[in-house]
């Protein structure tokens, strides 16, 4: 199984920061990789996927970058929509595991 | 717009089978692949597996010996059971739709584009 782990688990941020949320595979998966946010007692909602793909939809100030084993997930100005969990995700071999989650709190 | 929906019971005894269906609204449950994801209370997602409306199936094999996923096609329908259930299944479970067709018409597998709102069960005796 590849293993997804996020970095930090906690994060404290200001509106208007820039904030970016890391995650990294235990083994290359090219660009199978996908960011998500959650609000407590919703349903994920997919921003980025193919490591650097926006969403339909997705604020453009949310962005992705990486491919192999690395990957990191940035929001260029933080807006107060935006204080919610994010996951990443990876793809391999008709098999899907997401990272531990990262909370991004208000400072 | 696609919607899902997650319907059954939200209290299960240890030992029995958890049994959730989603439904499919406002498109066609042909031509995607969908998946069943949980989420414990304060935890992470986890994964749990997805059926092609042919009926191909794959699972995580962590839970593999315990789930099923079937279709019904006539009614736009997929179902979730999961047997010999504990205390470590109660979550939030949610269906997703997962992947899509690129610009040659390939499916390319990738990330859940479309959630249900999610239905929490609960085991307990």
């Known amino acids: 199984d590849i293993q997804m782990t996020q970095s930090p688990s906690t994060l404290s941020a200001s509106v208007g920061d820039r904030v970016t949320i890391t995650c990294r595979a235990s083994?290359?998966?090219?660009?199978?990789l996908a960011w998500y946010q959650q609000k407590p007692g919703k349903a994920p909602k997919l921003l980025i996927y193919?490591?650097?793909t926006l969403e339909s939809g997705v604020p453009s100030r949310f962005s992705g970058s990486g491919s192999g084993t690395e990957f990191t997930l940035t929001i260029s100005s933080l807006q107060p929509d935006d204080f919610a969990t994010y996951y990443c995700?990876?793809?391999?071999?008709?098999?899907?595991?997401f990272g531990q989650g990262t909370k991004v709190e208000i400072k | 717009q696609v919607q899902l929906q997650e319907s059954g019971p939200g209290l299960v005894k240890p030992s029995e089978t958890l049994s959730l269906t989603c439904t499919v609204s406002?498109?066609?449950?042909?031509?995607?692949?969908w998946s069943w994801i949980r989420q414990p209370p304060g935890k992470g997602l986890e994964w749990i597996g997805y059926?092609?409306?042919?009926?191909?199936?794959n699972y995580n094999p962590s839970l593999k010996s315990r789930v099923t996923i079937s279709v019904d096609t006539s009614k736009n329908q997929f179902s979730l059971k999961l047997s010999s259930v504990t205390a470590a299944d109660t979550a939030v479970y949610y269906c997703?739709?997962?992947?899509?067709?690129?610009?040659?018409?390939?499916?390319?597998?990738?990330?859940?584009?479309?959630w249900g709102q999610g239905t929490m069960v609960t085991v307990s005796s």
């Open positions: 083994q290359s998966i090219s660009s199978w």
């Open positions: 193919k490591a650097s």
């Open positions: 997703a739709r997962e992947g899509y067709y690129d610009s040659s018409g390939y499916y390319v597998h990738d990330a859940f584009d479309i």
């Open positions: 995700q990876q793809y391999n071999s008709y098999s899907w595991t």
């Open positions: 406002g498109g066609s449950i042909t031509s995607y692949y």
């Open positions: 059926i092609y409306y042919s009926g191909s199936t």
